[in-house]
Nanobody
Framework: QVQLVESGGGLVQAGGSLRLSCAAS????????IGWFRQAPGKGREGVSCISASGGSTNYADSVKGRFTISRDNAKNTVYLQMNSLKPEDTAVYYC????????????????????WGQGTQVTVSS
């Protein structure tokens, strides 16, 4: 069964850190671009960060630049999102997605080429 499974979400105080993981089963991630997206209550989906298959190219939303870092370990078939200096406005359900190599900016800004989505993990940042 092909699936992406996110983990690492939770409740944290403002200024704290969390590391999200996205693990694949049923397929290997090493040929896919991977993105992290989030959706807060009452808001649309936002591309947070995307990474190329090799890890050589990354893209970040302006709202998370300097605070979040995306990385991948293809040997472990896992992609990570390290989130530091968390703010209440980062509260959302975070989803990982795997897609075609159309470009990290294209993936993050449009969601084009995405073939697989995870089920999401809740991140709540208290003030």
């Amino acid at each position: 069964q092909v699936q992406l499974v996110e983990s690492g979400g939770g409740l944290v105080q403002a200024g704290g850190s969390l590391r999200l993981s996205c693990a694949a089963s049923g397929f290997t991630l090493d040929s896919y671009y991977i993105g992290w997206f989030r959706q807060a209550p009452g808001k649309g989906r936002e591309g947070v960060s995307c990474i190329s298959a090799s890890g050589g190219s990354t893209n970040y939303a302006d709202s998370v630049k300097g605070r979040f870092t995306i990385s991948r370990d293809n040997a472990k078939n896992t992609v990570y999102l390290q989130m530091n200096s968390l703010k209440p406005e980062d509260t959302a359900v975070y989803y990982c997605a795997a897609g075609a190599p159309l470009g990290v900016q294209i993936m993050c800004s449009t969601g084009r080429g995405i073939g697989y989505w995870g089920q999401g993990t809740q991140v709540t940042v208290s003030s």
